[in-house]
């Protein structure tokens, strides 16, 4: 089984980007057909997808939040990073990534990114 692990700072200051990095493990990033997803949960609200790099490092985005987001890899490393430009508390939410292949899904714990001065 594949796991993910997200880290980045939790808390980050309005109008300031939001960086975050997914380590992958028991798994490549390069591996055919495999999808990286990013996603976040608002309090109380549902999953919101932002963003995938496939295994081929193409990317895709949510168009609500394109113009703002990033995901790139360092495959030397074996992870993947999404970033998040002019935040504002809105951006507070548990930020998750994870790895698809067909119908599977793997999930990082989550982490929390809370955006207040």
């Known amino acids: 089984q594949v796991q993910l692990q997200e880290s980045g700072p939790g808390l980050v200051k309005p109008s300031q980007t939001l960086s975050l990095t997914c380590n992958v493990s028991?798994?490549?990033?390069?591996?055919?057909?495999?999808?990286w997803n990013w996603i976040r949960q608002p309090p109380g609200k549902g999953l919101e997808w932002m963003g995938v790099?496939?295994?081929?490092?193409?990317?895709y985005y949510n168009p609500s939040l394109k113009s703002r987001t990033s995901i790139y890899r360092d495959t030397s490393k074996n992870q993947f990073s999404l970033q998040l430009s002019a935040v504002t508390p809105e951006d507070t939410d548990v930020y998750y990534c994870t790895a698809g292949l067909g119908s599977r899904r793997d999930w990082g714990q989550g982490t929390q990114v809370t955006v207040s001065s």
């Open positions: 028991g798994g490549s990033i390069t591996a055919n057909y495999w999808r």
């Open positions: 790099i496939v295994y081929d490092g193409s990317t």
